[in-house]
């Protein structure tokens, strides 16, 4: 499409060797330049005149060819054009084509005398071999949609009542277009138009103080434009035209990171996200632009749940009682200002921007889940792998419970990765009957509904996906919307009847929402549900026939992410098996396990796979549990002499959570039986002692094991050993202390005795 490439001009050098470059162009077109610079002054001139211009105006709608040519410098031409709708989305038989959009002087000079034409492949350039013909094949809007920027696809139409002029764009300063070209136009620019589909575009020529005007396009933009003849694949009376079954279906999906201390990381990284343009944000808007239309929503359940945590303020995993505060200050890589929140050391917030923007978006997101069809992904998005920890990963993400639960809202499982590909080996890890979407790529160009290993299957188009050809946003509504019924056109060409399944980018922003829809109202594109597409007749795939490449096996999860997740599982368990429970059924607290399940898998989800602090982020976030668990303590005495074989003793339990908590205290050694403690409720940062019975069996000193648990038996982690010195040592102190008594007490007699003799003997 573009011989010669300019690009943004930085230098004086760069600027002469741009003009020795089209030194030839100039000379050569010089009078045709004349022509054409005529032209954009005569806005009100007859449509007629352009129609029979001289030769010179047909010449100048062309680009020269031969010149210095750069792969991909579309992107770097000194003004960017953006189309930001096209009506209709089809070539029409009747009426005209508008296409508004957008003009941006990306270069650092203002740019003057700027002319704006629509592009099209013509009879005429398609005749001279100059430009292709209209694309009938999948494989052929793939191979346009990777045509580099320069490559001559069509030609200007010069035509006075399809221009624009604009005097002058200042440096980064943006002005709009818009273009109609009318069905006189149309028909003597194509006369006998073929079915298939077109290119069309906006090109833009000017001027600045650095650089001439040329024939060749300062700014460029290009997208498909399908048509299918009225009435098509129609064949008697009473038949209906061919359509093709299509399912639009919006993810909503991202990657969950969490801090150590559970809040959840990225908060500028959210906000974005969140807003019109975002990840989150876009697609939403996309949906929600629907109406009454079908669309169905691919949602991870983990998504909403940490929006729903973002706008109550992040909070940290364990709130503090009342009256309490953290007993611990946030490590610079968890201070509040990591996650751009106003925490206070509670781990709460006050109401800012990204509290405010994840509100509005989780009210919009229930409102919009309500419509439509839902599709829920295993919760965090957690990854299918050949691991055998992937079906205890994917059975807790199936058994987590989420705000899609408290809305009430249920919908068909599914599994889906972002770019169409699942792990073969992975699909048998699953223990349910979960609907699978599969790229065409893995599943193959014959199969458009299909059954793998019990599983429905839903093939996407992963060619539709990538969007438009650019170079501009090729994931722009227009750019997707003109993909998917280029797509749809060539299937209705080809006589195939297989369903379209198009799983929308996340870059796809909210611009242009309403007419994606309205321009899909096609009468041979019949919009519907992935759940009525599986309605289609199934062909069964057998898993080993499945296309996985092993580019793909590099970025999966890998086993020790899995086990560090599991790991954490358990952890959450255990901590919440001592909080005391609270009055509350909202509490925060109560949930602990819950939350610290959801923060486990999503460190697992398919947009972490090629994350290598996966595994450290989970393991941290475990070890951060421990330490917590590890200031409830036990501690005992240095040693305990029972009075007998039986007795009691003391020892003492600490809490010094921010939390009130419920321990017992459970011993165990030979020759010796403790008996289990009653419950103990501590209050946060508090001391209780504890009181335990023992019995010896023999004689000797026993160590004591004591170990710290939960109300159930579960160990937690804290122990302590105390020396018990047996009761029977306590008898023989007794018969030590009885046999003294009784020798004092014969010493006593014998002196009483003596005494009665010597009084007798001195009263004879």
Known sequence: MRSIARAPHYSHGVAEGRWASRAATALLGGLLLSATAAVPAADAAPAAHAAHAAPAARAASAEPRGGPHRAGSGNDSPLRIEITDLTPGTLPRQGPVQVTGTITNTDHVTWRHITVYPYLNTTHCM?????????????????????????????????????????????????????????????RELLDPQPGVYWFGVQALGDSRTTPRDLVADGRALTFLPYVPAGYGATGRGQRPASVDTAVVVPLRAPVRHLRDGRIAGARAWLRALGESGSLGGPLAVGQAAGGLPVTWLVDPAVPDAVRQLSLGNPLRLVPAPGQSSSSSPSPSTSPSATGLASGTSGTASAGPLASAAGSWLDEVHRALGTGQLLTLPYGDTQLTGSDLTRRLYSLARAQRSVLDDWRLHGRRAVASPDGYLDPDGIT??????????????????????????????????????????????????????????????????????????????????????????GLSQSWLHLTSVNAVLHHQRTEVARAALRYPASHSAHQVSPSTQRAALHLVKAGRLLQSILTLDTDPDSANDRLASRV?????TGTSYSLGSDADAAGRLERSRS??????SKVSISAPPGVTLSSSEGSFAVSVTNNLDVP?????????????????????????????????????????????????????????????????????????????????????VAIVVRLVRRLRTGRGEAA
């Open 429 to 518: 890890k699953t223990d349910d009957h979960s609907i699978l979407l599969l790229g065409d790529g893995m599943v193959g160009d014959s199969v458009g509904v299909g059954s793998v290993d019990g599983h429905a299957v839903a093939v996407t188009s992963t060619g539709a996906a990538s969007g438009g050809p650019g170079p501009d946003d090729r994931y722009s509504a227009v750019s997707m919307r003109q993909r998917i019924l280029s797509e749809a056109a060539v299937r209705v060409l080809s006589g195939d009847d297989r369903p379209l399944v198009v799983q929308l980018p996340g870059q796809m922003g909210a611009a242009g929402a309403t007419s994606f829809w309205s």
């Open 661 to 745: 908590v419920t321990v017992a205290v459970a011993a165990t050694a030979e020759g010796a039986h403790v008996h289990k403690s009653a419950p103990v409720a501590l209050a946060a940062h508090s001391r209780a002692s504890v009181r335990l019975d023992a019995h010896t069996n023999g004689p000797g000193v026993h160590n004591i094991r004591l170990t710290l648990t939960d109300k159930d038996g579960q160990p937690i982690g804290a122990t302590a050993t105390v020396p018990v010195r047996s009761g029977t040592v306590g008898f023989v102190i007794w018969m030590i202390i009885g046999l003294g008594a009784a020798i004092l007490f």
């Open 127 to 187: 005749g001279l071999g100059a430009c292709p013909g209209p694309m009938q094949s999948a494989s052929a809007l793939a191979t346009g949609a990777r045509t580099d920027p320069d490559t001559p696809v069509g030609e200007r139409l010069v035509d006075a009542s399809a221009m624009q002029s604009i005097p002058s764009i200042a440096p980064q300063q943006s002005v709009t277009f818009s273009l109609t070209i009318s069905q006189q136009v149309l028909r």
């Open 597 to 601: 399940t959801a923060e486990a898998l």
């Open 624 to 629: 951060s549990l421990a330490d917590q668990l």
